[in-house]
């Protein structure tokens, strides 16, 4: 399985953009990127994600690089309730390409 | 609003007891994932399924744990018997099909003293 390297944590000011990056450069051309989130004593919820080119929806931007080898995600103005271990992802899209391995993921810290 | 609904929320048993942990997929996925995560481990994917039938489960410690899909609706995590390092958080999540996202429960919270 292809692995994803992030920083251990990151800082942000509230209401300031934060840029999320992510490590992938064992990426094949079937896996998709994803990004989830964990909010404190919570399941794991899904972000977003894409394949080649970047992607907007009403929580965040994806950013993909032109070589795919690496991604970074957007948020756009940061809140208290954005602070939460961010975990990038590559999920195989082929038929049966199910495994989802989390890494370490980064943890937010969103200061007010 | 569609979501995993996982039982119980916590549960604390002795050491050597059956633990038996349920989830209930979403309605139509046909994907159902089970990962423990700890402080020291972080999430661990134990097993999935699909179309009830397990994919991988390759994660899971085999002499004592179980899963399985007695039906679409409902999956089963087993421990038998229990040890204080099953100690954990454990979530069920379920999907559609690959590459798309999947949706994660609750979580139980497992305590064996």
């Known amino acids: 399985d292809a692995k994803t390297t992030q920083p251990n944590s990151m800082e942000s000011n509230e209401e300031e953009p934060v840029h999320l990056p992510c490590n992938h450069s064992t990426i094949s051309g079937t896996d998709y990127i994803h990004w989830y989130r964990q909010l404190p004593s919570q399941g794991p919820e899904y972000v977003i994600h894409g394949l080649t080119s970047n992607v907007n929806n009403r929580m965040a931007s994806l950013a993909i690089a032109e070589d795919r080898k690496s991604s970074t995600l957007i948020l756009h103005r940061a809140t208290l309730r954005d602070a939460a271990v961010y975990y990038c992802i590559l999920r195989d899209g082929r038929a049966g390409g199910f495994k989802t391995i989390f890494g370490a993921g980064t943890r937010l810290f969103v200061k007010a | ?113």
């Not at chain 2, 481990?41 to 390759?58: I, K, T």
Request: aromatic residues 8%.
């Open chain 2, 1 to 113: 609003d569609a979501r995993v609904t996982q039982t119980p929320r916590h549960k604390v048993t002795e050491m050597g007891q059956e633990v038996t942990m349920r989830c209930q997929p979403i309605l139509g996925h046909n994907t159902v994932f089970w990962y423990r995560q700890t402080m020291m481990q972080g999430l661990e994917l134990l097993a999935y399924f699909r179309n009830r039938a397990p994919l991988d489960d390759s994660g899971m410690p085999k002499d004592r744990f179980s899963a399985e899909m007695p039906d679409a609706t409902l999956a089963t995590l087993k421990i038998q018997p229990s040890e204080p390092r099953d100690s954990a958080v454990y979530f069920c999540a379920s999907g559609l099909r690959s590459g798309t996202e999947a949706f994660f429960g609750q979580g139980t919270r497992l305590t064996v003293v």
